[in-house]
């Protein structure tokens, strides 16, 4: 089991940039790949960006590349994902997510990822 917690997240006018974190607790961090996901009001939850165990392997979302940055610290037991050139589209709950499975590919389902933080709002104002 891995406990997920994120923070970073808040208010931001469209330009500019946040970083969010996601501490984890629990088992070893680093055998659980790692992605995030978000929420828009009305809208599915939906992938954003994918990290590997090691962190050597990044996949992100059409909406992400160029702009978000995915990383993993496993010797803080923590995740981030840093996001640059915001847009008011970006506004959303954002969700890190965690799985054991050694995923070869991209993986952009919920069910793939078996635990969940509790998510962080994200608002970037026009």
């Known amino acids: 089991q891995v406990q997920l917690v994120e923070s970073g997240g808040g208010l931001v006018q469209a330009g500019g940039s946040l970083r969010l974190s996601c501490a984890a607790s629990g088992r070893a961090f680093r055998i659980y790949q790692m992605a995030w996901f978000r929420q828009a009001p009305g809208k599915e939850r939906e992938f954003v960006a994918q990290?590997?165990?090691?962190?050597?392997?990044?996949y992100y979302a059409e909406s992400a590349k160029g702009r978000f940055t995915i990383s993993r610290d496993n010797t803080k037991n923590t995740g981030y994902l840093q996001m640059n050139s915001l847009k008011p589209e970006d506004t959303a709950v954002y969700y890190c997510?965690?799985?054991?499975?050694?995923?070869?590919?991209?993986?952009?389902?919920?069910?793939?990822?078996?635990?969940w933080g509790q998510g962080i709002q994200v608002t970037v104002s026009s």
């Open positions: 997510a965690a799985d054991r499975t050694w995923y070869s590919d991209i993986r952009r389902g919920i069910n793939d990822y078996d635990f």
């Open positions: 990290i590997s165990q090691s962190g050597g392997t990044t």
